[in-house]
């Protein structure tokens, strides 16, 4: 089996593991992000441009995105956004790197940002070309990939439309996202072979929860099928809040400890990031699902 000698690890405590919470102080979250930066991760998702209605524990995103101006200039810090006026917002705060998501089922797409997926899919263009204006790069990350909690499976052909109308528009990246936590490896695999000829040069990350106990078995269907770019967040912290049912990210520290033992590099380092989980299970005040958190590292000191 050829495996990558590296593999990216996009934390997104911050954003995806916080917005089903209740909202915590701006000064809780900059803690967690000292925590995360620690581990040496390079890429963080910090913050979502979003409604402050709908997700209330994003609503201080422009203040937490004044704050990041403080940290290493080499990291490369993110934010989600759902509409072109969310993307015109995250680059006036100072974000230089934003994800759009598209929901590839229309019940969840409804549900998340009010929209059908062909009307979330028809403003990718707009919004690549503002952020390509302001020399911002995008992501479009294709969510309910496999499964949707209102309309069940997903055809992959609605995710090979969302995918093309994004590199038809000059999306940077690409991700596959599973919203809900009900993939498993074979349909993993199967969704990747079908994109990669449709995306040509495009990278392409993927988003597991672990939600059913299958989020890092898909992950590493995922390497093993040539992905290099994972979403993780410290703990297992996170779900969707307009997904039901969905709960639990794959945790940082259980990806990290499955690549490091399986001689694939990355840019995290265990031991801080077991801390940075309990720094995040302090904020949120209650117990996360990581197993490294509870079970700790094989390798005693």
């Known amino acids: ?3 990558p000698k590296k593999v990216v690890v996009r934390e997104v405590a911050l954003r995806d593991g916080l917005q089903i919470e209740d909202p915590i102080p701006l000064s809780a979250k900059l803690e967690m992000l000292e925590a995360i930066v620690a581990t040496g991760v390079r890429e963080i998702e910090a ?8 997700v209330p524990a994003l609503a201080d995103a422009p203040e937490l995105a004044a704050a990041l101006a403080s940290f290493d200039p080499g990291i490369d810090f993110s934010a989600l956004v759902a509409s072109p006026n969310g993307a015109k917002r995250a680059i006036a705060a100072g974000l230089r790197s934003i994800e759009y998501v598209v929901s590839a089922a229309d019940g969840h797409s409804r549900a998340n940002v009010g929209r059908s997926t062909a009307e979330a899919t028809a403003q990718i ?3 690549v070309a503002i952020a390509h204006d302001s020399d911002t790069s995008v992501e479009v990350i294709i969510a309910t990939a496999w499964d949707c909690p209102f309309d069940g499976p997903t055809s992959p052909q609605r995710v090979l439309e969302v995918a093309d109308a994004a590199c038809a528009a000059g999306a940077d990246r690409l991700a596959i996202a599973d919203t809900i936590g009900t993939t498993t490896p074979k349909r ?14 495009v990278p392409l990350g993927a988003h597991f929860h672990n939600t059913r106990g ?12 040539g992905v ?5 967040s410290v703990g297992g912290l996170g779900g969707c809040p307009f997904a039901p049912g969905a709960s639990g990210n794959i945790a940082t520290e259980d990806l990290v400890y499955l690549l490091r033992d399986s001689d694939i ?11 940075a989980a309990e720094v995040a299970r302090r904020a949120v005040g209650h117990e996360l699902p990581s197993a490294l958190l509870r079970a700790g590292d094989r390798i005693l000191s």
């Open 47 to 54: 913050t979502a441009f979003v409604s402050p209605s709908k």
């Open 188 to 201: 993993v695999t199967d969704l990747i072979a079908a994109l990669r000829p449709r995306i040509g040069g």
């Open 265 to 275: 590099d990355v840019d995290v380092d265990l031991t801080a990031a077991i801390a």
């Open 228 to 232: 290099t770019r994972l979403d993780a």
């Open 125 to 127: 263009a707009e919004i």
């Open 1 to 3: 089996m050829d495996l």
């Open 214 to 225: 299958a989020g890092l078995a898909s992950a590493w269907a995922a390497v093993t099928a």
